[in-house]
Every structure is written in structure tokens, then in C-alpha cells.
């Protein structure tokens, strides 16, 4: 049986020291890794960025082939005004601002950008699903 967690999410990047340099001036901190992959411990998984030459070779496709997934990296925070907080400084790190923070129709807020090689994140805040006290979240609320 495979457990229901995620514990890598792996980005495929064309430059590795600008995404880098973009996750830091975010306030996130790398940790050690072997040269070629850059590492981004978070609450239960790893960011890691990979060159995406080498992510499809390892895959055995060609860049080409990987395609563009449909997909959001969602990051929820405790607070509607830690949501316009983040997007702002997502902005200055040089993030595309895709739909400024705003009410949502299920009740919460959020907002997307797009990191600086076009990977979308979601900035939310949701009243029906508060984090839990190290920032874990669960869908109907960390226990």
C-alpha cells in the first residue's frame, strides 16, 4: 500500500543558482546535498530543485517530452494578512503576481505567483482548515 504523503516535490529548473536565490530571498534555508541538486527541507517533505536536462534524462525523456503539467504548490498561512505579506515579498524576490490576494467563494483568501521559471503557487489562508501549532496542514485542521 502507498502511504498518502508526498516527500519530495522536485522542480525542474534551467537555473538553479536564480531559483535558488529566489526560495532564499523567500526566508527559506538550503541544506547540505550532493552537487547538482539544490534542497529546501520543509514540514514533512523537501523542495528540491534539479536541472531539468538532467531530471529528464533521468526519466528518460527528452525536455521536450516532459510536458507542463497542470499543477499548484499550495502554501497556506495563519492569517489573511500574512497571505498579502507573503505575495509581496514573493513580488520583490521577482515572482509574477498571476491573481492578487482575494476573498474566495468557499470563505478563505488567496492569491497566486508564479516563481521566476513559471512554477504557480498558491498563497491561502482558510478558516476551515487552521494549522497546527509547527504549521503542518490537514484539510479539515491539524489534530
Not at 528518460?60 to 516532459?66: I, P, S
Not at 478563505?108 to 521566476?116: E, I, L, N, R, S
Amino acid at each position: 500500500m502507498m502511504e498518502q504523503r508526498v516527500s519530495l516535490i522536485t522542480l525542474g529548473t534551467q537555473d538553479m543558482d536564480a531559483q535558488a536565490t529566489f526560495y532564499e530571498a523567500l526566508g527559506w534555508q538550503r541544506v547540505d546535498t550532493p552537487d547538482g541538486v539544490i534542497a529546501f527541507d520543509l514540514l514533512g517533505q523537501t523542495l528540491g530543485l534539479y536541472p531539468i536536462a538532467a531530471l529528464a534524462d533521468d526519466i528518460g525523456l527528452t525536455v521536450d517530452d516532459l510536458g507542463r503539467g497542470a499543477m499548484t504548490l499550495g502554501h497556506n498561512v495563519p492569517s489573511k494578512a500574512e497571505v498579502d505579506g507573503l505575495l509581496a515579498r514573493a513580488k520583490a524576490a521577482g515572482a509574477r503576481i498571476l491573481k492578487p490576494a482575494a476573498d474566495v467563494f468557499w470563505g478563505g483568501y488567496h492569491g497566486y505567483f508564479a516563481d521566476p521559471e513559471g512554477h504557480i503557487w498558491e498563497i491561502a489562508w482558510n478558516p476551515f482548515s487552521p494549522l497546527g501549532t509547527d504549521g503542518a496542514f490537514q484539510w479539515n485542521g491539524a489534530a
